[in-house]
């Protein structure tokens, strides 16, 4: 076994690992004290798509790792497997084959998962994201699998857990709030658009917005409403050049689950 770094402290628990390809992985869970860093922006909103897998209410466009040369291989495999006599020595090596395509998928993806969301909760004060219903959406055979592939699921428990650990905030906001239905200049709602518009000009005050992006802005709002919410016990400004502190610091120790390969 290789160490890539000592353990920050002695582990609670040791767990052993092994996944379908036969590689080993040991999970320790330890206890360590994570510094506040002071966020350099206030806040941001973040609506996930497919092709483009998160646009921010700042105006940044985020593409996703392109998955379509390993999915190909991976459904050549698979065809391949649902011909052969299950149980075979050519099965077994199909099967193999298929799950280290699958393994390398996963990692390119968490990668860029585990990348993004540590940027975003460094950055920003607050991170707003919006509830999607994932279950209902691939119940749409067209997209099934290209929703699948993006990990919307995993990209909100990492900004979730990472905004718990650096003392920042995450809202989520309602699955049946119109994102993409209302202006978020003005507030003038122009109704249901079909997936084809890209962009969009409003009739009230005349303003053209990428979909993707006024969606976010939108997001953004209703996070800070959220988050404004007395119910919620602090408050958080987004007045631009403003520096924001968050009311709720927390000082606790944080327990952090460490996985090394073997």
Same mark, same amino acid.
């Given at each position: 076994?290789?160490?890539?770094?000592?353990?920050?402290?002695?582990?609670?628990?040791?767990?052993?690992?092994?996944?379908?390809?036969?590689?080993?992985?040991?999970?320790?869970?330890?206890?360590?004290?994570?510094?506040?860093?002071?966020?350099?922006?206030?806040?941001?909103?973040?609506?996930?798509?497919?092709?483009?897998?998160?646009?921010?209410?700042?105006?940044?466009?985020?593409?996703?790792?392109?998955?379509?040369?390993?999915?190909?291989?991976?459904?050549?495999?698979?065809?391949?497997?649902?011909?052969?006599?299950?149980?075979?020595?050519?099965?077994?090596?199909?099967?193999?084959?298929?799950?280290?395509?699958?393994?390398?998928?996963?990692?390119?993806?968490?990668?860029?998962?585990?990348?993004?969301?540590?940027?975003?909760?460094?950055?920003?004060?607050?991170?707003?994201?919006?509830?999607?219903?994932?279950?209902?959406?691939?119940?749409?055979?067209?997209?099934?699998?290209?929703?699948?592939?993006?990990?919307?699921?995993?990209?909100?428990?990492?900004?979730?857990?990472?905004?718990?650990?650096?003392?920042?905030?995450?809202?989520?906001? #309602?699955?049946?709030?119109?994102?993409?239905? %209302? =202006?978020?200049?003005?507030?003038? /709602?122009?109704?249901?658009?079909? +997936? $084809?518009?890209?962009?969009?000009?409003?009739?009230?005050?005349?303003?053209?917005?990428?979909?993707?992006?006024?969606?976010?802005?939108?997001?953004?709002?209703?996070?800070?409403?959220?988050?404004?919410?007395?119910?919620?016990?602090?408050?958080? #400004?987004?007045?631009?050049?403003?520096?924001? %502190? =968050?009311?709720?610091?927390?000082? /606790?120790?944080?327990?952090?689950? +460490? $996985?090394?390969?073997?």
């Amino acid at each position: 076994m290789v160490w890539s770094r000592p353990l920050p402290s002695d582990p609670s628990s040791v767990t052993v690992l092994k996944n379908k390809v036969g590689q080993y992985h040991v999970s320790f869970v330890v206890e360590v004290d994570i510094p506040y860093l002071p966020a350099e922006y206030e806040a941001v909103g973040v609506d996930l798509g497919i092709k483009t897998f998160a646009t921010t209410s700042a105006g940044e466009f985020i593409e996703s790792p392109h998955y379509d040369r390993l999915d190909r291989k991976i459904r050549r495999f698979q065809r391949q497997l649902a011909r052969q006599v299950k149980g075979s020595k050519r099965w077994q090596r199909t099967k193999h084959c298929v799950a280290k395509l699958h393994l390398t998928i996963a990692n390119i993806r968490n990668d860029f998962l585990h990348k993004l969301s540590t940027r975003l909760v460094t950055e920003n004060q607050l991170i707003s994201l919006e509830d999607l219903n994932v279950k209902g959406m691939v119940k749409n055979r067209t997209l099934a699998r290209a929703i699948s592939l993006q990990g919307w699921g995993i990209f909100r428990s990492m900004c979730a857990a990472k905004c718990a650990m650096l003392a920042r905030e995450f809202q989520v906001i #309602s699955r049946w709030e119109s994102t993409s239905q %209302v =202006c978020s200049s003005c507030g003038y /709602r122009w109704g249901k658009l079909d +997936l $084809s518009v890209r962009e969009i000009v409003c009739l009230n005050c005349g303003a053209t917005h990428d979909r993707d992006e006024n969606a976010a802005m939108t997001i953004l709002r209703s996070g800070v409403e959220q988050s404004q919410d007395p119910k919620n016990g602090h408050r958080v #400004s987004v007045r631009p050049g403003c520096q924001v %502190v =968050c009311d709720d610091v927390s000082t /606790r120790p944080v327990v952090i689950q +460490l $996985s090394l390969g073997v």
